[in-house]
């Protein structure tokens, strides 16, 4: 999927079911439900899924708990404006591929 199929279908109701957990939490985070984002990147059991939970624990303005996530993420805390790293981050999760 490319950025501008990603930005589009942000218009639905669901995202796309062949999208990695991670790409699938960054998706409900943008149409609002920050529970179900944090679900599926607790779900994803994977470094790019702690690097959305630490990115979510941000948002929700938990510093040291985004800390902790980005530590298992083994990335940088990032200070960055939210919405420069959840484009960051879409784009990264994008150029992986799906799964």
Known sequence: ??????MESLNGE???ASLSLPLQALWWERKGDWAK????CQEAGSREGDWVHAYLHRVEGDE??????YARAR???C???LAEEWQDLVES???????
């Open 14 to 16: 669901q995202p796309d």
């Open 37 to 40: 984002a944090h679900e599926l």
């Open 75 to 77: 990335r940088p805390v």
């Open 79 to 81: 200070s960055t404006a």
């Open 1 to 6: 999927m490319r950025w501008n199929e990603w």
């Open 64 to 69: 040291g708990n985004a800390a902790y996530w």
């Open 93 to 99: 999760l994008l150029a992986t591929g799906p799964g």
